[in-house]
């Protein structure tokens, strides 16, 4: 299979194995990505996902030109607009795939093109040092077209995102980290334990709670301070209800973990 998947108690493993090309997603390997994000969604027992690549070189490269690019240059403008609003986006997450439980795109090497439309498209990032960042769409006559144009602005802003899609160049990790495109580096043979450290982290917390709160920051996010409150108290108030919401203070007051259920 071109797309692994591990777990380890709450925390699902996703490794992209395709090295010989620089973990790119033909079609394949694309619907693979989905099915496993999918298995991911609907596992109650699963609370946090990590994405990598396979090998030392590269997280993802993006799109396998060689087979994805025939096909959308066979189809109509009009095909591939139908297509963009029903199907999921490349490696599913970037566009018509809602998951509301948190990723972690642990970037190992090239993070390139869709590679790095897919890494947008997760909640967090953390990268080996040895990790490179660019969407050079624009040097190939295209442009970045799973969420890069949307994502990286809101990310790091527009002038910087209009820098590195306009320009279509590449930045280290340590670049990275000072635009907050990552929210840490560290050297290749620390990448994986450091994102397995942060998912164990978020996925001891409740995880009805660290739903809600992705929920809340990402639909607040574009809006008005106001309704963002309002939608803030409305994704709050079935938390509040539920046996997690119990549990945490219980478990405070008798000076123990908690242990939360999910419910």
């Known amino acids: 299979m071109s797309i692994r998947f591990e777990t380890e108690g709450a925390i699902a493993l996703l490794t992209i194995e395709r090295p010989e090309v620089h973990n790119a997603l033909d079609f394949e390997t694309s619907d693979a990505l989905v099915a496993a994000w999918e298995r991911f969604r609907d596992d109650d027992d699963l609370w946090v996902a990590i994405l990598t690549g396979a090998g030392e070189r590269s997280f993802c490269a993006g799109a396998d030109l060689r087979g994805v690019g025939d096909f959308y240059k066979n189809l109509t403008s009009a095909q591939r607009l139908r297509r963009s609003e029903s199907v999921p986006g490349l490696g599913g997450i970037t566009k018509n795939l809602a998951i509301d439980k948190p990723i972690i795109a642990a970037v190992n090497g090239y993070c390139l093109a869709g590679g790095l439309e897919i890494a947008l ?143």
């Open 121 to 263: 498209a997760c909640d967090l990032r953390i990268a080996s040092a040895n990790a490179s960042f660019g969407l050079p769409e624009v040097t190939r006559g295209i442009i970045p077209g799973a969420g890069g144009t949307q994502r990286l602005p809101r990310l790091v802003g527009p002038e910087r995102a209009l820098d590195l899609i306009m320009t279509g160049r590449r930045i280290d990790a340590q670049e990275a980290l000072a635009m907050g495109l990552v929210s840490g580096v560290v050297e290749r043979e620390e990448l994986l334990e450091a994102a397995f450290g942060m998912a164990r982290t978020i996925a001891s917390n409740g995880p009805l709670a660290v739903r809600a709160a992705k929920a809340a920051i990402w639909r607040g996010l574009d809006l008005p301070l106001e309704e963002g409150l309002r939608v803030e108290q409305l994704l709050a108030e079935p938390v509040r209800q539920s046996e997690d919401a119990q549990e945490g203070p219980r478990a405070f007051l008798e000076k123990r973990k908690p242990e939360f259920k999910g419910k």
